[in-house]
């Protein structure tokens, strides 16, 4: 995304993205083209839409009219299968019904119907509506959508609104230690952040490993609960290595804490250079928590059952 877009800009432009699609891909066929003519100019000028079109756009041949001609002898459209090609290909085609009215009529022809209300039906069907779903996805991982809650504080800027899926706490703990930390899973719960716990976000039967590593892709800071129990090794090793990788990966938007839980218990050696708290009570390890946290919460209000 443009790095000059406020936070209003973007959801002015989100906003009208919306509309565009819905006008394009939903209304009445009728004015289908007006619509069509509207949305691909919105896509062309506007300064976000266009951005996420361009890391696709060009990166395959498309020539409509063999598209189509193909299309209506195989009644198959011949998509790439690569997801950016075949967005490329989408595209191409929806711009060239724009700059001509009867093409999207004439390809959806091949897949039967008794008048053109049908075959443009198709065209939607076929090639509109998997291009205005997809391009939704992007839009909103460019524009890094946060919950509503926080893009309606008006007072944070947009760039420290961070994506729903960057903002987990990853608890790193031995098996014989998950009771001390499903206080903090439940503390952390309480207070509306969101901790990784492995008996919580890990689906029976799923791979481990690929479990954590996505858990850590998508968070903000791993605690490491240290105990006697607790050793580097295997998929605490693991763990270690990830988060070690995250923090060279996201620099200040991830933070490495460790608590120790016994005077006796030793720091990994390649966390030691991270934050490391003794801790002799819950209290003290939760304020060490929320003091490495890279994230904040947001301003005081009432809760919803009190606000009457």
Request: hydrophobic residues 40%; glycine residues 4%; proline residues 5%.
């Given at each position: 995304?443009?790095?000059?877009?406020?936070?209003?800009?973007?959801?002015?432009?989100?906003?009208?993205?919306?509309?565009?699609?819905?006008?394009?891909?939903?209304?009445?066929?009728?004015?289908?083209?007006?619509?069509?003519?509207?949305?691909?100019?919105?896509?062309?000028?506007?300064?976000?839409?266009?951005?996420?079109?361009?890391?696709?756009?060009?990166?395959?041949?498309?020539?409509?009219?063999?598209?189509?001609?193909?299309?209506?002898?195989?009644?198959?459209?011949?998509?790439?299968?690569?997801?950016?090609?075949?967005?490329?290909?989408?595209w191409t085609?929806?711009?060239?019904?724009?700059?001509?009215?009867?093409?999207?009529?004439?390809?959806?022809?091949?897949?039967?119907?008794?008048?053109?209300?049908?075959?443009?039906?198709?065209?939607?069907?076929?090639?509109?509506?998997?291009?205005?779903?997809?391009?939704?996805?992007?839009?909103?991982?460019?524009?890094?959508?946060?919950?509503?809650?926080?893009?309606?504080?008006?007072?944070?800027?947009?760039?420290?609104?961070?994506?729903?899926?960057?903002?987990?706490?990853?608890?790193?703990?031995?098996?014989?230690?998950?009771?001390?930390?499903?206080?903090?899973?439940?503390?952390?719960?309480?207070?509306?952040?969101?901790?990784?716990?492995?008996?919580?976000?890990?689906?029976?039967g799923s791979?481990?490993?690929?479990?954590?590593?996505?858990?850590?892709?998508?968070?903000?800071?791993?605690?490491?609960?240290?105990?006697?129990?607790?050793?580097?090794?295997?998929?605490?090793?693991?763990?270690?290595?990830?988060?070690?990788?995250?923090?060279?990966?996201?620099?200040?938007?991830?933070?490495?804490?460790?608590?120790?839980?016994?005077?006796?218990?030793?720091?990994?050696?390649?966390?030691?250079?991270?934050?490391?708290?003794?801790?002799?009570?819950?209290?003290?390890?939760?304020?060490?928590?929320?003091r490495g946290?890279?994230?904040?919460?947001?301003?005081?209000?009432?809760?919803?059952?009190?606000?009457?």
């Open positions: 995304m443009p790095a000059t877009v406020t936070k209003e800009e973007v959801v002015r432009s989100l906003q009208s993205f919306k509309d565009a699609r819905e006008a394009f891909a939903s209304g009445g066929v009728e004015y289908f083209n007006y619509h069509l003519s509207r949305f691909v100019d919105f896509c062309e000028r506007d300064e976000i839409t266009s951005d996420v079109i361009s890391a696709f756009d060009g990166v395959c041949e498309v020539d409509s009219k063999e598209f189509a001609d193909e299309t209506r002898q195989t009644q198959r459209p011949p998509f790439p299968k690569d997801l950016d090609a075949e967005m490329c290909a989408r085609l929806i711009r060239a019904a724009a700059e001509d009215d009867d093409f999207a009529w004439r390809f959806g022809m091949a897949f039967g119907g008794n008048d053109i209300p049908d075959y443009t039906n198709h065209f939607r069907t076929l090639v509109v509506r998997p291009f205005v779903k997809e391009m939704s996805r992007r839009m909103g991982d460019a524009a890094k959508l946060a919950p509503p809650e926080a893009r309606d504080v008006q007072a944070v800027p947009y760039d420290r609104i961070p994506a729903e899926n960057e903002v987990k706490i990853f608890l790193s703990h031995k098996t014989v230690d998950k009771v001390i930390v499903e206080k903090y899973h439940r503390a952390l719960l309480e207070l509306g952040y969101s901790p990784w716990l492995d008996k919580e976000d890990m689906v029976a791979n481990v490993e690929r479990d954590i590593l996505q858990g850590f892709e998508e968070s903000c800071a791993a605690v490491f609960f240290v105990t006697k129990s607790f050793k580097d090794e295997k998929f605490l090793a693991t763990e270690v290595d990830y988060a070690v990788q995250q923090k060279r990966d996201k620099g200040d938007k991830f933070s490495i804490i460790t608590l120790l839980f016994d005077p006796d218990a030793e720091v990994p050696g390649v966390l030691r250079r991270f934050l490391w708290q003794h801790v002799s009570n819950d209290l003290d390890g939760l304020y060490e928590v929320l946290l890279p994230v904040e919460l947001g301003p005081v209000r009432w809760k919803a059952g009190v606000a009457k």
